[in-house]
């Protein structure tokens, strides 16, 4: 199983600035091929590859199948990977699966010969019967749901899956496979992983492509399958730090209350802290304390814009006296808050991003905000919308600028210098003001000892942020949002 490395961009290169997270998504099949499969995993995100090294590995451990993971910037590298993979082994089979090959399976088997099979959507069931087919001496590939492929140089897409209805019975992931060291929040020494505890949304933002994704549902795992979870991660892998990367943690308020509750109960309080992504219409400010009583420590909120008609327009379903409310609530009760925000939605004009930077400054005042272009993702009604109104001219074949950090929209009210400047004013205005950087300071000296002790603050104090500021010195402060590296990726 392979997570293919991008470019690699001069941030990755500095650990207080770069979280790497174990993909968990390639974790899930993992968990499921194990059973009847040797299966290991090549995450090349961390190891910054060249082309020489990735063939090298192949042939060294020459798998029957090869199985890639692909979000929309990283299709492309993927496909590089499979090409790559055939170099080598010509005839071993190519699975891609993912968002981006979802919702342009046709596409992505065009651009990529190599590739054998996608597979579209969830796909634990899928791989599964895809992989025991193969195995048969007449494979029937028809009857496989959720999988494109070619038959007779003819793309077919077979029907889709359904959901797995239970996800309790779903194997945890398979995180021994993977390199668990080498993954970090944000340069922190301290160890920490990522979970999901659901799976989907049941709202109708256009421009998240989850919705349609997981068939417009929200599911839950049970409070104690996930709180055993963290027990067990707790133990084995030593972690101490979990980052829930639900897309709705919090939309079932009975099932948050009983996780805090189990959390207790397993004795994890004070060994873990943990952060959950959410939607501020989930929360209130007992939710809230009841978590944090339950050592949750950061909160990620996709606010998006400052601006209720631009919320409206992209059917975003919550309001900005919500949006300060929650944030007050957090700031009370000393909760770490992440505001994930972007320019150049439907509507956005340059005043008007201008003002959501100082809402968020003066209104929000998060710990972090993570400042981005509005991206038209596959799957999304603002990708359609952005093909329609020519803001994209045609579909790319090229998706590695599809990031986040590099504009790809054509607006008439904002160009993409403007959107450029505006995240880079964003973050300079935002992260780099003496208030700013004194609060966080003693705002993170004083969470840190109270969770963790002096002793571990002193040490991650000389073990990351020092050499973060030499980092900074020798790159510069806009080091983070530099263009990528194509050079580290050739031979
Ligand atoms: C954690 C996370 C990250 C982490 C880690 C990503 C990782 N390596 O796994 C970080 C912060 C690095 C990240 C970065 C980005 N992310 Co992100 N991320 C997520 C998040 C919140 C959770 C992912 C996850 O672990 N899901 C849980 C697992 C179980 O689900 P899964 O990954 O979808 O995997 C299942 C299926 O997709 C499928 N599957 C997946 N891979 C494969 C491979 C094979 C071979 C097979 C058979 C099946 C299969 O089977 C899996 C099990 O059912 C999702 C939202 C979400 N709910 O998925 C967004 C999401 C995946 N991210 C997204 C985006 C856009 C990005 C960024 C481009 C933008 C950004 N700045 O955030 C970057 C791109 C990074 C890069 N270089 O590619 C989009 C992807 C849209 C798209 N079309 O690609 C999502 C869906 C968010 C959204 N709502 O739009 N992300």
Not at 317 to 324: A, D, L, W
């Amino acid at each position: 199983m392979v997570n293919p490395a991008g470019q690699v961009s001069k941030y990755k290169r500095h650990r207080l600035i770069n979280y790497t997270a174990i993909p968990l998504g390639l974790a899930y099949i993992g968990g499921v091929l194990e059973k009847d499969h040797q299966v290991r995993a090549l995450d090349a995100a961390v190891f910054e590859l060249n082309q020489n090294q990735v063939k090298g590995i192949f042939k060294k451990y020459s798998p029957d199948v090869i199985a890639i993971q692909a979000f929309t910037p990283l299709f492309n590298y993927a496909a590089q990977y499979a090409k790559l993979a055939k170099d080598v082994l010509p005839d071993v089979k190519i699975v891609i699966g993912g968002h981006h090959v979802t919702f342009l399976p046709e596409q992505s088997l065009q651009l990529s010969p190599e590739t054998d099979f996608i597979v579209r959507g969830e796909g634990e069931r899928i791989i599964t019967n895809l992989l025991n087919t193969l195995e048969t001496n007449e494979p029937n590939l028809k009857e496989i749901r959720g999988i494109s492929y070619r038959e007779n140089g003819i793309i077919k897409h077979n029907e889709d899956e359904k959901l797995i209805e239970n996800l309790d019975e779903i194997p945890w992931p398979a995180r021994h496979i993977f390199p668990t060291k080498s993954y970090h929040f944000f340069g922190s020494n301290m160890k920490g992983t990522s979970m999901v505890s659901s799976r989907g949304c049941n709202q109708l933002c256009q421009f998240c492509s989850i919705t349609k994704f997981y068939q417009h549902r929200w599911r839950k795992r049970s409070a104690e399958d996930v709180v055993n979870e963290v027990k067990y991660i707790n133990e084995k892998y030593k972690a101490t730090i979990i980052g829930f990367m639900d897309d709705c943690f919090a939309l079932d308020k009975r099932r948050v209350y009983d996780i805090c509750n189990e959390m207790h109960a397993q004795g994890l309080v004070g060994k873990v802290c943990w952060g959950s992504a959410l939607r501020v219409e989930t929360v209130n400010y007992e939710i809230l304390r009841k978590m944090r009583k339950a050592g949750c420590a950061m909160l990620f909120f996709g606010v998006e814009s400052g601006d209720q008609a631009i919320l409206d327009n992209v059917h975003k379903g919550i309001t900005t006296q919500k949006v300060e409310a929650v944030f007050k609530h957090a700031k009370k009760l000393g909760l770490n808050t992440i505001a994930s925000l972007a320019f150049g939605f439907p509507g956005d004009t340059f005043k008007n991003c201008l003002n959501t930077i100082e809402w968020v400054k003066k209104k929000l005042r998060p710990s972090f905000v993570v400042w981005a272009a509005a991206t038209p993702y596959p799957g999304t009604p603002f990708y359609d919308e952005a093909l329609e109104k020519g803001w994209i001219k045609e579909i790319p074949t090229d998706w590695s600028e599809y990031t986040m950090m590099d504009p790809v929209l054509e607006l008439s009210e904002l160009t993409k210098e403007d959107m450029k400047n505006l995240i880079k004013y964003a973050y300079k205005s935002m992260h780099f003001s003496p208030r700013y950087l004194l609060g966080r300071l003693i705002y993170e000296v004083r969470q840190g000892i109270e969770l963790y002790g002096t002793m571990q603050i002193f040490r991650q104090f000389f073990e990351a942020v020092l050499p973060w500021l030499n980092h900074i010195r020798k790159y510069g402060v806009y080091s983070q949002l530099l263009p990528k590296d194509p050079e580290l990726w050739k031979d």
